[in-house]
């Protein structure tokens, strides 16, 4: 049988990504010599709500000028984001070698490479020195991650003393099996959904303190019915997530939708702070 790793590269894998998005800007009548970050918003953030959550989120953990290191980067929209509004330094890993490639060409493009460094790498081995990120941020990625302890514990190596963690999930609520395909996978071999409560206890064990949460399911049911709509209507567009979930992109987004509004799943977005150790002078 195939690692999880290749398996979850495979279902994200569409060929030929940055040259498609490229074609699909002309066909929009964009000037490629001037591609701003707002003439790609519509395919570059791989998570329901794109870019309005990521900004909510960096502005309450109030993250400028941080080095920040996105896990599960996809093609790199919110670490664009991050660098260009919040002036961060930041790094994006991701399994997809498809992804990582479009992701620094897709910088290059919108005048972002010097603030935006993409690596292909695996969240549960990462490429980094201890303590070398101020704020690791996570979208929509631990949904594809079977080992959670392993996950949690890279993330807390890499994250400096005081550091802050993002994250922005989907959860399940209570055991209700969802439907597939759903925007992370296609069946329930690389979807390792979870409670929070049980990565909230993780957390805890690493040794972290929660500072907030926010329950994201409204905003995002709003969102996505929208969405939906749409495509029911009108199709796909031209540009937006439908190059990235290719055919089945109206049935995830069918599927997520159902599964939010049926209570099996929720979204939760939130913000941990790793423990200060103070030691008797
Ligand atoms: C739904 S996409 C979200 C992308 C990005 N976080 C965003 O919000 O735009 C999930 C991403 O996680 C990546 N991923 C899944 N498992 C991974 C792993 N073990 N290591 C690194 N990246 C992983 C996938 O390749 C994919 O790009």
Redesign the pocket.
């Known amino acids: 049988m195939e690692i999880i790793?290749t398996q979850?590269?495979k279902h994200?894998h569409q060929p030929n990504l940055y040259n498609d998005i490229i074609n699909r800007l002309k066909e929009l009548d964009v000037d490629l010599n001037t591609v701003t970050r707002k003439d790609i918003a519509a395919v570059d953030?791989?998570?329901v709500r794109g870019v309005e959550v990521s900004r909510e989120l960096a502005k309450i953990a109030n993250i400028n000028n941080a080095r920040l290191l996105?896990?599960?980067?996809?093609?790199g929209?919110?670490c664009r984001m991050l660098a260009d509004e919040f002036n961060c330094d930041t790094v994006g890993?991701?399994?997809?070698k498809e992804?990582v490639a479009t992701a620094s060409k897709l910088s290059e493009l919108v005048g972002l490479s010097h603030r935006t460094k993409f690596i292909n790498?695996?969240?549960?081995n990462l490429p980094f020195q201890n303590n070398e990120f101020d704020v690791v941020w996570?979208?929509?990625?631990q949904v594809?991650?079977n080992d959670k302890l392993k996950f949690y514990s890279e993330i807390d190596r890499v994250l400096s003393r005081n550091g802050a963690f993002i994250y922005y999930e989907v959860f399940k609520n209570g055991n209700e099996e969802v439907n597939y395909p759903l925007?992370?996978a296609d069946e329930s071999k690389i979807s390792f959904l979870e409670h929070s409560s049980k990565i909230d206890s993780i957390l805890q064990q690493v040794g972290w303190v929660k500072k907030q949460s926010t329950n994201q399911t409204e905003n995002g049911i709003k969102v996505l019915e929208k969405m939906h709509n749409r495509l029911s209507k009108r199709g796909v567009p031209r540009l937006g997530l439908n190059v990235l979930m290719g055919a089945s992109t109206k049935d995830k987004i069918a599927n997520l939708l159902n599964g939010l509004k049926e209570g099996k799943i929720y979204l939760e977005s939130g913000i941990y702070n790793k423990k200060v150790v103070c030691k008797d002078i």
């Open positions: 790793g979850i590269e994200y953030e791989f998570h996105d896990i599960g980067c996809g093609i929209g919110p890993i991701d399994i997809s992804y790498g695996d969240a549960l996570t979208q929509h990625v594809n991650i925007p992370w």
